[in-house]
Antibody, heavy 118, light 107 residues
Framework: EVQLVESGGGLVQPGRSLKLSCLASGFTFSNYGMNWIRQAPGKGLEWVASISSSSSYIYYADTVKGRFTISRDNAKNTLYLQMTSLRSEDTALYYC???????????WGQGVMVTVSS | DIQMTQSPSSLSASLGDRVTITCRASQDIGNYLSWFQQKPGKSPRLMIYGATNLEDGVPSRFSGSRSGSDYSLTISSLESEDTAIYYCLQYDKYPPTFGGGTKLELK
């Protein structure tokens, strides 16, 4: 069974940093691109970042470019999102999601909440 | 960026009704269009990919179609468990972009 379990969220002050993790199981992690997608409270879905299976290709939304860094450790089956210079508008539930070729985001984690507030 | 214009933003329908939700893409995305269902407090669930392909385990009353740059999700006979918010997603070009969502409720 495919499982994606996010962790690392919490309450953080504006301007500070936070690192999210997503532990994958039930599939060959190194064969899949992975993504972070967020959802502000009561709002829609916003794609944040993507990383290819071997980390060769990385993409970011303009809203986080230069502040967030996506990475992965295939030996640990873990996806990361390093978030710096956090702003109130980064407050959201952050999901990690697997991208299957031709299919888009076929499995999602349960999400981890990040709240940026003083 | 490609804009996905989803309509309606909310919809109220009765059990057994045929329901259709539409997304229009601002640029050509081919068939790289997915539909997701999100219930309160839950993660999004992939329902349709490649514009018309039903994800494993999704009831056959759900279907996807395309007409030019318009993509539709249809529920042939609404059941109570289908109440949710539905989102389209284009994944042809970066950045992937979601529609604004359609809240489907029972009348």
């Amino acid at each position: 069974e495919v499982q994606l379990v996010e962790s690392g969220g919490g309450l953080v002050q504006p301007g500070r940093s936070l690192k999210l993790s997503c532990l994958a199981s039930g599939f060959t992690f190194s064969n899949y691109g992975m993504n972070w997608i967020r959802q502000a409270p009561g709002k829609g879905l916003e794609w944040v970042a993507s990383i290819s299976s071997s980390s060769s290709y990385i993409y970011y939304a303009d809203t986080v470019k230069g502040r967030f860094t996506i990475s992965r450790d295939n030996a640990k089956n873990t996806l990361y999102l390093q978030m710096t210079s956090l702003r109130s508008e980064d407050t959201a539930l952050y999901y990690c999601a697997r991208r299957a070729q031709w299919v888009s985001f076929d499995y999602w984690g349960q999400g981890v909440m990040v709240t940026v507030s003083s | 960026d490609i804009q996905m214009t989803q309509s309606p933003s909310s919809l109220s329908a009765s059990l057994g009704d045929r329901v259709t939700i539409t997304c229009r893409a601002s640029q050509d995305i081919g068939n790289y269009l997915s539909w997701f269902q999100q219930k309160p407090g839950k993660s999004p669930r992939l329902m349709i990919y490649g514009a018309t392909n039903l994800e494993d385990g999704v009831p056959s009353r759900f279907s996807g179609s395309r007409s030019g740059s318009d993509y539709s999700l249809t529920i042939s006979s609404l059941e109570s468990e289908d109440t949710a918010i539905y989102y389209c997603l284009q994944y042809d070009k970066y950045p992937p972009t979601f529609g604004g969502g359609t809240k489907l409720e029972l009348k």
